[in-house]
């Protein structure tokens, strides 16, 4: 399976994007700021801000399993350079990403750095995710 979060606006510290499966638009994203980090990975420590900077470009495998911080099965983006622990999370705003990816099935132009109905989003795209995993698939996520 290939999940693709294509990142298209950028309204103060948030980065919203429109997240796909297999090339068929699913929800919006939401992340911290893009930095644009993949051009700085030998000296990553220097430009990432703990908490408040999406993940760099890339491609890279996803699996679902436990999280001690969240208490249950959650997306699980492996292979992050400078990052560890990145999830897809159920948020609204960038103040509760943390580095991490919220999807929302909602945008509301007054509010251009948020997404809503992120609930539904996360549910709707794990489960995908897992009938994938359940058949054998391999997942992987590509961020543009």
């Known amino acids: 399976m290939n999940l693709e ?3 298209k606006e950028y309204p ?3 980065t ?3 997240f796909y499966i297999d090339g068929v638009f699913q929800c ?3 992340e911290d700021k893009d930095r644009h980090l993949e051009d700085f990975l030998s000296a990553i420590d220097e430009y990432k801000i703990h908490g408040r900077t999406a993940i760099p470009r890339g491609r890279y495998q996803v699996i679902i399993d436990w999280s001690d911080k969240h208490r249950s099965l959650r997306l699980h983006v ?3 350079p400078g990052f560890t622990g990145i999830r897809f999370d159920i948020a609204n ?3 509760e990403v943390q580095g ?3 999807l929302g099935m909602i945008r509301d132009s007054n509010k251009p750095d948020m997404v809503f109905s992120s609930t539904l989003a996360i549910k709707a795209v794990t489960v995908k995710v897992l ?3 359940l058949r054998g698939e391999e997942v992987w996520l590509t961020v543009s």
Do not use: M, W
């Open 5 to 7: 979060l294509n990142r």
């Open 12 to 14: 103060g510290e948030a």
């Open 16 to 18: 919203i994007g429109g």
């Open 28 to 30: 919006y994203s939401l």
């Open 78 to 80: 492996l292979g992050v």
């Open 93 to 95: 705003h960038t103040d």
């Open 100 to 102: 991490c990816i919220a």
């Open 131 to 133: 009938q994938a995993l």
